[in-house]
């Protein structure tokens, strides 16, 4: 059994450092709003924490 879901904000338009959107300054994005397909089983919840992180952090620096 497979299990995807797709849809979401373009990768092409989120610096993938920061996942920062390359469209409007300021905004971060994390977790299933980004347009990524994956197995599930866990790895989206590591997906969610991993984006989350790393969308938090990039934007406390700005």
Do not use: C, H, R
Request: hydrophobic share 40%; no cysteine; aromatic share 10%.
């Amino acid at each position: 059994m497979s299990q995807v879901s797709l849809g979401g904000i373009n990768t092409n338009e989120i610096e993938p450092l920061t996942l920062e959107s390359k469209i409007i300054l300021e905004l971060f994005f994390a977790g299933e709003v980004i347009d990524v397909a994956g197995e599930s089983g866990g790895y989206n919840l590591q997906w969610a924490w991993s984006t989350g992180y790393i969308a938090g952090e990039s934007a406390s620096s700005n």
